[in-house]
């Protein structure tokens, strides 16, 4: 219901883990629900075994390869890092940038290219169009001002989009 979840089935093993949302897994005789961030094991008939899990990360790299493409045309800095954050499950900081990322856009361009389409973790390079730069803090992504390079310091301008 209104979810992503990954399901691993091998001989008599069932292992279901749910990034968002809420997922129901049963049978005829009982139902077990797990929510965002938990896991259910079974196992040969050994008892559900329940843990918690992380719903960002290196398990969930495969889902940025199967995310939808961001139609960057038009899209503003701030649409662009919601889609980002939804993808990647990563909260996005943009408290360093004055405006909040307001007067970074309109984006250009595609994230569709002859090879595909770019992943999220990839298509953070739109980023630099704006003159903005990132980094990782745990589960956060922090975008700041790029520093100005020293021709930019000389005319005391900026480049635009």
Do not use: N
């Amino acid at each position: 219901m209104g979810t992503q979840f990954e399901v691993r089935v091998s001989d008599e093993r069932v292992r279901l883990r749910v990034r968002e949302g809420l997922v129901t897994l049963g049978d005829d005789r009982k139902t077990h629900t797990a929510r965002e961030g938990e896991e259910l094991r079974l196992a040969g008939g050994a008892d559900l075994q329940r843990g918690t899990i992380s719903v960002s990360g290196p398990d969930w790299m495969w889902v940025q390869t199967i995310a939808p493409p961001f139609d960057l045309e038009g899209r503003s800095v701030k649409e662009f890092l919601a889609w980002y954050g939804r993808e990647t499950r990563l909260s996005v900081d943009l408290s360093a940038v004055p405006g909040a990322g307001a007067d970074h856009g309109p984006l250009h361009g595609s994230l569709v290219g002859p090879a595909g389409a770019l992943t999220p973790e990839e298509a953070l390079g739109v980023l630099k169009t704006c003159r903005l730069t990132w980094r990782f803090s745990g589960t956060t992504l922090i975008i700041e001002p790029a520093p100005q390079t020293s021709s930019e310091h000389r005319t005391g301008r900026r480049g635009g989009l």
